[in-house]
């Protein structure tokens, strides 16, 4: 089984600033890497596919980078929707998994 | 518009069973796989289980390995989740999710919430 870790667990930070959020995988996982965003009371949404591909609709100022065993993703600059959980997932084998997840709230 | 609404949850003792449906609309849903993805109060995701798109195959995460059996029904565009042998620790949110052409959950429902106590 591959184990997703997720750093920070929370991050603080203000509106304006920039964001880096860390998944370290136990074992390669190559780019079969995805990032979710998940707000209070709804689902989660897709971001990042391929751990470095926008899905439909995202704003550019998400991003996502890394390879192999570690992956970022990074918000440029953080608008206030964007405070919230973020997930990652790897989907190159079963069972498919998820990291722990970073929460970025506001300073 | 693509829609999943996911119905049959609620409070069941420890040892019981419930079976969990989700309607799915706005897509071709025999061409795509779907899961369970749970998500325990306060706690972050787990996926539950996968099934490709013709009801072929199945994947299972361990800790319900055995208990629970995903099924579909592509004439009626429903996803099923069988739960058996309840336990508390399968309290959870429990979303359905579609699973696009590269195999991420794009779409999802909106959860239905499932509480195993006495």
């Known amino acids: 089984e591959i184990v997703l870790t997720q750093s920070p667990a929370t991050l603080s930070l203000s509106p304006g600033e920039r964001a880096t959020l860390s998944c370290r995988a136990s074992?390669?996982?190559?780019?079969?890497l995805g990032w979710y965003q998940q707000k209070p009371g709804q689902a989660p949404r897709l971001l990042i596919y391929?751990?470095?591909k926008r899905a439909t609709g995202i704003p550019a100022r998400f991003s996502g980078s890394g390879s192999g065993t570690d992956f970022t993703l990074t918000i440029s600059s953080l608008e206030p929707e964007d405070f919230a959980v973020y997930y990652c997932?790897?989907?190159?084998?079963?069972?498919?998994?998820f990291g722990g997840g970073t929460k970025v709230e506001i300073k | 518009e693509v829609q999943l609404l996911e119905s049959g949850g609620g409070l069941v003792q420890p040892g019981g069973s419930l079976r969990l449906s989700c309607a799915a609309s706005g897509f071709t849903f025999s061409s795509y796989a779907m899961s369970w993805v749970r998500q325990a109060p306060g706690k972050g995701l787990e996926w539950v289980s996968n099934?490709?798109?013709?009801?072929?195959?199945?994947n299972y995460a361990d800790s319900v390995k055995g208990r629970f059996t995903i099924s579909r029904d592509n004439s009626k565009n429903t996803l099923y989740l069988q739960m058996n042998s309840l336990r508390a620790e399968d309290t959870a949110i429990y979303y359905c999710a579609n699973r696009d052409n590269n195999g991420w959950f794009d779409y999802w429902g909106q959860g239905t919430l499932v509480i195993v106590s006495s």
């Open positions: 391929d751990a470095s």
């Open positions: 074992q390669t996982v190559s780019t079969y």
């Open positions: 099934i490709n798109a013709n009801g072929g195959s199945t």
């Open positions: 997932q790897q989907r190159l084998n079963w069972p498919l998994s």
